[in-house]
């Protein structure tokens, strides 16, 4: 077999032809033609990657369109918008998308592609590769990243994050934001008297009661020890005291698990005022707390 049409195979010196090759890739080696008037198909498909449920190789050498349409909502209008760029200015392609599969599952691809002129179009030669399993395991770690490994709720770096984004957006169309800071009351007795383990388990009580009680826009997270805050977006003070006295009460009336039962927090509220810098709100809320504290703690101040 002459050399160019030949590769090794199983053992050394056993020859494959190039499309038994293509066939074994970890991904999907393709050619991409759009002609003058917008229709799109794939001339070539090859890979083991061309195997996933609903892509049928027949029909997309006819139509792209069977896999367009599958592309995630949120991901269709940017793949297109690439192909535009990159017919318009013949520059590659490096995206990555989700297509969707039955059962509302989906598989994350990362496509890379170069075009090229045709006399009838642009021509991309490229490769598509399923990093499903990467984009998971980089959600995981930014999932750690971003939480506090005791309660589960936000770490102070991603809480921080957070109040810096509604900031902006508070800013941008003066929409009402508020924060609200929590420290439990006496929590070095409660370690002191039952021990870390127990007190460990006190700061997870009160994490899953302050999660059942807040609203689902609302992030609270942890700063430290036995500090917490919560951002409380569209939400102007008048409407973050009631919330505020509603978490004290559930958290005063709850049986937690020691010997006691009881806990209380002392609480400062603050409003974002427009323009002022995050410290600002973040010391505004602070002396609210210690002065929660000041007047004889389980109380909400602002």
């Known amino acids: 077999m002459p050399e160019e049409n030949a590769m090794t195979g ?26 003058h008037n917008g229709h799109m198909h794939f001339p070539f498909l090859a890979g083991s990657g061309t195997s996933l449920p609903g892509i049928d190789r027949d029909a997309l050498r006819q139509d792209a369109r069977h896999m367009l349409d599958r592309l995630d909502e949120e991901d269709h209008p940017r793949v297109m918008a690439a192909i535009e760029r990159s017919a318009r200015w013949r520059i590659p392609i490096a995206t990555k998308f989700r297509i ?6 989906c598989r994350w691809v990362a496509l890379r592609a170069q075009p090229e002129d045709s006399a009838t179009g642009v021509l991309w030669h490229g490769l598509m590769i399923d990093i499903t399993e990467q984009m998971a395991e980089e959600a995981r770690l930014r999932r750690l990243s971003d939480t506090d490994d005791l309660t589960g709720l936000a770490n102070r770096r991603r809480l921080m994050a957070r109040l810096d984004e509604e900031i902006a957006k508070s800013n941008r169309h003066g929409s009402p934001l508020s924060l609200m800071l929590i420290d439990l009351d006496h929590f070095k007795r409660v ?21 059942r009680l807040l609203r689902e826009e609302d992030v609270i997270g942890r700063l430290g020890g036995e500090e917490f805050a919560v951002v409380l977006p569209q939400t102007p003070l008048v409407a973050s005291h009631p919330l505020a006295e509603r978490l004290r009460r559930t958290i005063a009336d709850h049986d937690f698990s020691i010997a006691n039962g009881q806990v209380t927090v002392s609480i400062g509220l603050a409003e974002y005022r427009l323009g002022e810098p995050r410290d600002a709100l973040i010391d505004r809320a602070d002396r609210s707390l210690y002065a929660a504290k000041r007047q004889g703690r389980n109380r909400v101040v602002t």
Do not use: K, Y
């Not at 969707?100 to 599952?105: P, Q, V």
């Not at 370690?191 to 999660?211: I, K, R, S």
């Open 10 to 35: 199983g053992g050394l010196n056993e020859p494959i032809s190039m499309r038994n090759f293509t066939e074994r890739l970890p991904g999907v080696v393709f050619q991409f033609h759009r002609d």
């Open 100 to 105: 969707r599969l039955s059962g509302r599952r």
């Open 191 to 211: 370690n002191d008297t039952w021990g870390h383990l127990q007190g460990d388990q006190v700061l997870t009580e009160f994490a899953t009661l302050c999660q």
